[in-house]
């Protein structure tokens, strides 16, 4: 089958796009439905035109209904739905990586896109989608706490978050850590910001910075506040973090050259929630204090890690040795076959 799907892209790639496009809408009304058209087409990012012909073409082949409430899908359109969740996996050609790289982090899934984060910018947009998809997949109806890290890459995933609210799930957003002295835009208080205002939800701020001697640390954590914020992140069910290459982070954390020198000593090549790996995904230093902890991750139910990249590919490795059994994964292609590749030399 993803064969012929390859000649069909080649030589007809309208007719795919087209699908592809149907796909989303079935997708999306399933997700929130009953919902209008209005709200359907700002969760799209289609103009209400575009909708309405897609929409039309899907009631007429009886795979959608329309009521007062909105558009749902109709027993038809679920069936058609499912077969085009398995399509789409053969679609992309990853189904099979995918499956090779959950079994070997032993983690319950990995979502691979097509390209090179590091070569293709628009590829981290698919991250985007892809993670929007699994929180809409698995986030549980009541309330939410979702924390959130700081970043590039996290700042443009939120910009693809799309409604999450419905009348029985209500959702907050929290920064997983305290800020690290990087630009306001993509701290962790402003990414989770972002990403509450596109869900729709709430979210709460964090005004710690990481970089605090033991003394300043004692004090705020006296601070009602404070006190009160960082009792919520721990209540979180839902956390989205990405995973960094050691000696970049240490350079964005403005770490001290003495502290820097000590991880180029012990061979330090990933970093994520302020604990750096060793290539085995030893534990060789720990940053800061404040927000979540590897030992609070493990209780997270759902934990969505995102990374892609060839030159991230050894991070990847470092820290998903680390990473609970029940986190999806996030990457592209290109990390994926160079961390593969690496196992099989």
Partial sequence: MLSEIRVLEAIAPDVLNTVKRRYRVLQNIFWMQPIGRRNLAESLNLTERVLRGETDYLRDQRLIETTKSGMSLTERGKEILQQLDLLMDQFTGMDQLEKQLALMFNIDRCLIVSGDSDEQPKVIGDFGELVNEALHRLLPDGRNVIAVMGGTTMAEIARHITPLETNNRKN???PARGGIGESVSIQANSVSAVMAANAK???RVLYVPE???QEAYHTLLKEPSIMDVLAT????NCVVHSIGRALHMA??????????????QRKAVAESFGYFFDESGQIVYRASRVGLTLEDVQKIPIVLAVAGGKSKAKAIMAYMKNAPKQTWFITDEAAANEILKGVTL
Avoid at 233 to 236: M, R, T, V
Avoid at 251 to 264: F, G, P, T, W
Wanted: without cysteine; charged residues 30%.
């Fill in 172 to 174: 907050l957003f929290v």
């Fill in 251 to 264: 350079a964005r954390r403005k770490m001290l050259e003495e502290e820097i020198v000590s991880l180029r």
């Fill in 233 to 236: 992140i721990k209540q979180a």
């Fill in 201 to 203: 939800g709430n979210h």
């Fill in 211 to 213: 970089q605090l001697s």
